[in-house]
């Protein structure tokens, strides 16, 4: 038997000990349960129950948020498997590497023997977490779209890991530090706002995403808020017809400040005429953590230099 088929047929074994619970409950999502017998139940982000009879001790994380997520939710020493460009906090690079987000070595991923997943419900391949789940693996799905379920996100993952002090503390954190922030630019000047969130094809997000969020906190208005697609593809001519006041960069890696001066060759464009051309470290306000408090602060304040060039 290949070591692929022992590490499966070892965690269809043991499988008992992981109950997985999807049921069509009517509960509220990121509502959390303890119910007497039924151990730690939460609701994830595809609004399934999961249910685990003790807090997990061997967690993978399958997504760079996923990582940061845990690891702020007080459970970073359970963590036994992570995934590329989980850089964030130091200690994750030294965590087993499981693949990346877009593909998962699962043969790497069983051989750890976790006892919660972390997934990412847009990000990781469906079929791979669908894999892991008959294998009798519970799958927590995330994809934080809100300010407020970045918290609930670590409340319900603290729930899952048995940290619930430090996790219940991490939320109500970072809730504080993005109402306080909330409150500093409720009476501020509207700015017209374009976000690149990629650059070939380019693409920005529309007013339901996060990032759009976060930029309506900061008195910014979303050049494509409008737009149906979450992440929009969009070209040149949109902008230059929209002609916003500010465009702030982001994108994968910290170093991309190059994508703000292709805009450079636009003069007439309002942002370009009055160098409101800004970069916020993707990793800052990109990834759905706590840290997006400290890339919201970034963007506001690039948004109040912008009304100072008026």
Known sequence: ???????????????????LLAL??????????????????????????????????????????????????????????????????PEAQEVASVGSHTRVDLEALISLEPDLVIGWVTGNPSEQLETLEQLGLPVFYIEPRSIDAVASTLERLAQLAGSEAEGDQAAAEFRAGMDALAAEYADAEPVTTF????????????????????????????????????????????????????????????ENRHWLSHWQQYPGLTAVARDNLFFVPPSLIQRPTPRLLEGSRILCEKLEVARGRR
Do not use: K
């Open 24 to 89: 069509g409950l009517a509960a509220l999502p990121g509502a959390a349960v303890m119910a007497e017998g039924r151990g730690r139940c939460v609701i994830d982000d595809r609004e399934r129950e999961i249910c685990l009879e003790a807090p997990a001790q061997r967690i993978a994380a399958l997504s760079p948020g996923a990582t940061e997520l845990i690891w702020a939710a007080g459970a970073g020493d359970q963590v036994v498997a992570v995934v590329s460009y989980s850089d964030y906090p």
């Open 1 to 19: 038997m290949s070591a692929s088929s022992l590490a499966i047929d070892r965690a269809r074994r043991g499988a008992w000990r992981w109950p």
């Open 195 to 254: 976000y690149q969130v990629w650059d070939e094809p380019l693409m920005s997000v529309n007013d339901e995403h996060l990032i759009g969020e976060v930029v309506r906190l900061c008195g910014g208005v979303n050049t494509f808020g409008g737009l149906s697609r979450l992440v929009p593809r969009i070209d040149d001519e949109a902008v230059l017809a929209a002609d916003p006041e500010a465009i702030i960069a982001g994108g994968m890696g910290e």
